[in-house]
């Protein structure tokens, strides 16, 4: 800590630093606050000032949080919290605020968009953000509040709970997997070189090292788009081939090992209402569409 006394600080301070942390800039804080710019940079250097920290840096990103920061915005959420429960009456029950989402592109894209927006809908003071990258999204620099993932996390102060289990198939339209069933030469459409980790990619790579890769994209959402062109297939997860109607499971025989999805919230959030409802909302969408993964 710092060597300056702490002195008293405004609730609005706090409330301000809150909205800088979670949306990354002073202008959609701002933006969200319905205030200024400039009463935004204001009262956060104000928050500083009485605490004798620096709780955010700014990067080419946007901002990110401190140490300091952190830990502060831990405690900010406590007092968030209580501050809406005061305002609205501890019998509302309606989740109010926002959470930050992060999911693969593809999930977010072919399965996510369209629920959460209903979610987020059915309520009035309720903010969803949902953001897709194949980046690794940091849940404990409050990058996202909830993270949608492929694979168990081994470490880190995470709750992991298990969704679903997702499988995999080649998908092409009518005439594309015709052609392939009675020719046996398959064209396929995958992922760019910069994209070539992904695990389906090294697969298709190893196990079809001479077929064509007549068309490439970053993610298996728009592979799916560029499928419905004919002509190629493309390997995709089962929930994403299965809902679109122009396409149709072909079958090549061997396929990639299915993956377990999980999604993580930070163990400190277990008591976070907000997060909380809205991990759980988002767990019963992966339950009810079960059958549509596997």
Known sequence: MADKKRTGFDWEDVRTFIAVARHGSLSSAARSLSVTH????????????SLGEKLLERRPEGYAL?????????????MEHAAELLGRGAADAAPSGLVRINASPAMANGFLNLKLAKLAMRYPTLDINLTNSHRFISLERHEADIAIRFGKPEGGDVIARALVTVGYGFYGTDDACRAVEAEGRPVFIGFDEAEAHMPTAVWLTRHCPRSRLAFRANDQFAQSVAARSGGALALLPHYLGRSDAALRLCSLGPLPPDRDVFLLTRRRDKKDRLIRVIADEVVAMFEEAKDLFA
């Not at 401190?66 to 406590?78: D, K, P, Q, R």
Request: aromatic residues 0%; neutral net charge.
């Open 38 to 49: 400039a009463t935004v940079s204001r009262r956060l250097q104000s928050l500083e000032n």
């Open 66 to 78: 401190t140490s300091a920061g952190i830990h502060a915005l831990e405690a900010a959420g406590g």
